[in-house]
């Protein structure tokens, strides 16, 4: 995924517990201050631009979208898919992957009531666990000018922001082919300076190419992490957290990202 200078994107390789499993079809289609997003300069550089999972109501509380809707098979409510997300990235490049932001940009993402989670194939239930206000910031990886991994350069990408009370919980829905990231900051700042410092959270539901979907926790540049964060499969309670992220240009991808096989997902992010 996305990660700071370093701008991680996408690809996927099952880990062994999941190796034996095919990737289902492709689906039907159904504000500060940054840096240009660089391009890989060598062979590391591409490796972490790519994730180990990729490859192998629009309001809270469920007003009606103010854009137009489509009949997605991820639920109620999204814009419809924006224009080159299903077609494949090069296969020697799946960084360069454009993948659905939603048509206007971010109506792939919805906040939604408890209530509705129901109705939707790809949920985060995002928990603020501190003792302070904490601003959730929420970016599609593709970026508003359709550049892949431009999404974080928040003078050319406008990211979701939401802030959570102390032990307030919200749950966002995703559209299929969906690749986002986000940060917290208990000050509600949010650019790419200060989010390279903090623990991001990141995660693909169903991608294009491989039916595939993931989540991580990440940070490359600088090494180590500032705030505590845990992302959590509901289903299978695997949970990944700032102590088992991305940390080290050694990483390797296979330890750190999960892979989930074509299907829904509802993660649980807890800060703090």
Partial sequence: MSISSLNRASFFQPSS????????????????????AQQ??????????????????SKLGGAAPSHPTYNSDAGPGFGPPS?????PAPANAPWL????????????????????????????????????PQTITLWNKTGENGNPNDGQNFDK?????????????????FDTNSSVAWAASKDGTAKP????????????????????????????????HNGKMSITHEATGKTVTEANAWQTEKDDPALHDVGVPAGPLNLRTEIG
């Avoid at 039916?211 to 090494?223: E, R, V």
Wanted: glycine share 12%; no cysteine.
């Fill in 83 to 87: 224009a080159g997300s299903t077609e």
């Fill in 40 to 57: 890989p300069r060598n062979d590391l550089r591409q490796m972490f631009m790519a994730d180990s999972f990729e490859q192998g109501p």
């Fill in 17 to 36: 517990s999941i190796s034996q499993l095919k990737p289902a079809a492709a689906p039907a289609q159904g504000v500060v201050e940054g840096s240009p």
């Fill in 157 to 173: 990408s406008t990211p979701k922001t939401f802030t959570l009370q102390p032990g307030q919980s919200q749950v966002v829905a």
């Fill in 193 to 224: 300076g200060a989010n390279s410092g903090q623990t991001w959270g990141e995660a693909t539901f169903a991608n294009s190419g491989t039916g595939w979907s993931g989540f991580d926790t990440s940070q490359i540049s600088p090494a180590g």
């Fill in 97 to 132: 992957a454009n993948n659905n932001v939603g048509s206007p940009y971010n109506s792939n993402m919805q906040l939604i009531d408890e209530g509705q989670k129901g109705q939707f194939k790809y949920t985060n239930t995002f928990t603020n666990k501190t003792n302070e």
